[in-house]
Every structure is written in C-alpha cells, then in structure tokens.
C-alpha cells in the first residue's frame, strides 16, 4: 500500500515566547526524514548485511533520524552512531517544521511594512495565527489575507510547528512477504548434520500437504522442476530498490507456475508437500541476495528470511 503524502499527524509545539527563538535566516520551512520503528526488538547493525554484528535491539514505536539507504538496509543515526536496520521494518517519513504566530492582544494593527508610519490595512485578535514569515527589528512578517504584513513583535508568540509526513518513499508494504503459513519448525543457521549438511540455509514452515504457497516479491521464475533433495521446487528472482533477491520453495506437493513466468507479490505458486528429502510436509524456503549460491556448511549468498520478511 502507498501511503503517498498521507498527513499523519499535526502536532504544534508548546507556545513560547519569542525571545527563546533564534531568528531564522531564511523563512522558508525546513524538511528532514525519520524512520519509525514498526517491530519490536528490531536489530541495529554496524553495517548493511546480516553478517554485519549487531549493536543492539530496539523497540517498536521509536523513533530516528533517517541518514540513506543501502538496497534493503536504511542508514540511522543512533546516538552519535551510524548504523543500519532492516528497511523491511522502518516506515520513513518526512519532517517539515515551520513556524507560527499566536496573537496576544485585541485589535492589533497590520501594516503594510515594519514602521507605525507605514499605511494599516486591517487588525487582527487575541487567539488568531497565522504563518510566522520572518522578523524586522521589532516588527513580525507573517502571512496575512495571502499578503506579506507586519505586526509589533510584542503582540505576538511565535511557536514552531512540525508536519509529518509519510514520504511514500519506503512504502507501507513490506519488500517480502511469509510464504506459507504454518509454525517454523526449523530455523535458519547452524544444522546438526544429520540431513547431510551443518547449515541450514532456509527456514522450514510445518504446515499440512496441500497447503496454498505464496511468492514472497513480485518476480520472475528461474527455475520450477522436480529434482534432488529439493523435490519439486521453485526458484524466482527479484529487484527489490535495484537490489537482486532469489528466492526458493522447496519439497512442494505441485508446482502452478513455470520458468520464464512473471509472478506478483503473494501469487498462488504451488502448495506445500514432501518431495525430495523431507521427513513429513513442510515448506523449505530460502532467500539469497543476488543469484544462487549453495553450500552444505556455510550460509553462501542465503540471508536470514526472517531479517527480511
Ligand atoms: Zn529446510
């Protein structure tokens, strides 16, 4: 879902008196981006790659200034620290901040420039605002009927406002979405050997044969055959912000699309069984970035799904 420029919140901050403020340089608003923490214990890295080690978790809701991205990864300043973080769990968002008067007083006289000799072309009153345009010795330039007015600085409070924005830049919808459903009954990472390999490189979902399996990116199918250890299985590459992805569902009961076939985000692509070597029906699916590299003992081009999905 594309949240484009979807207004989240309005909030203004607390009333001031002008004299707290420095007085900008330049009128105009001024906009940055943060991200937004959407899962709970999400990891920091010191860089963009789960092999990258980890500094810390952090919690759902928090919030940091966004510094770039890196194909999946989002650069954050955390602390004084540049660090990185899934962009599959990080909404960003922009921040404009600008700034307001509230007038203080009744009847208060609006002119045409900074001097009481200069022509009143109307008043404004206790309560009213209005958008704060820059300072004149003692005088407000502020927005007034779509003309630029002044007003006596000691009649009003200047306040900044901060607008948030969803930049639609990281869309709501994540990159990668779960596969199957069903519990995980194998994770991904160091393996005992007792199937043949010391590393697993997918995370097997436990779910009954015939199961509906989803694509998990919309892609293109490389591969879609009933051979070896996998069974019948699937391959489909990916682009996700100009990075590659492959992906692979493995020990299918029935495969439903073919190489060379275009496939959308939680397309239907089969259902889940137990060809190949499997003990009991379940979904082997692995994640690569860029092309396809195995290896019995070592992770190769596999990520971790789950830093993903
Ligand atoms: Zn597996």
């Known amino acids: 879902m594309n949240k484009l420029l979807t207004t989240l919140t309005v909030s203004a901050i607390a009333v001031a008196g002008l004299t707290t403020f420095a007085v900008p340089k330049v009128d105009a608003a001024t906009t940055y981006y943060k991200v937004k923490v959407m899962d709970d214990g999400l990891r920091i890295r010191t ?31 955390y602390g004084s620290s540049k660090v990185y973080v899934s962009s599959s769990y990080v909404k960003k968002y922009s921040v404009t901040r600008y700034y307001k008067i509230k007038v203080m007083a009744d009847n208060l006289r609006v002119r045409t420039s900074s001097s009481t000799s200069s022509q009143q072309v109307g008043s404004v009153d206790s309560g009213e605002t209005y958008r704060y345009l820059g300072k004149k010795g003692d005088w407000i330039k502020f927005l007034y009927n779509g003309e630029k007015r002044y007003v006596h600085a000691d009649y009003v409070k200047k306040y900044a406002v901060l607008k948030l924005t969803n930049s639609g830049a990281s869309k709501a919808s994540k990159n990668f979405v779960t596969p199957t459903s069903g519990p995980i ?21 436990g779910a009954a044969k015939g199961t509906p399996v989803y694509a998990t990116a919309a892609g293109k199918v490389t591969t879609s055959k009933n051979y070896g250890a996998y069974g019948n299985y699937i391959m489909m590459t990916h682009t996700i912000d100009g990075s590659s992805f492959t992906s692979l569902y493995a020990h299918l009961n029935s495969r439903s699309v073919s190489v060379g076939q275009t496939v959308s985000q939680g397309q239907l692509i089969g259902t889940v069984g137990e060809t190949g070597n499997a003990f009991g029906a379940h979904l082997h699916f692995e994640l690569h970035r860029g092309t396809y590299v195995y290896s019995a003992t070592s992770a190769a081009s596999s990520v971790n799904p789950l830093d993903y999905l």
């Not at 789960?50 to 200034?65: D, L, N, P, Q, R």
């Not at 009954?185 to 979902?205: E, L, P, R």
């Open 47 to 77: 860089g963009p790659s789960t092999s990258s080690s980890v500094i810390t978790g952090v919690a759902k809701g928090e919030t940091y200034k966004y510094l770039g991205r890196t194909g999946n990864w989002t650069k954050i300043l």
């Open 185 to 205: 009954t194998q994770g991904y990472g160091a393996a005992s050997g007792v199937y043949g390999y010391t590393f697993h490189n997918g995370i097997d979902y």
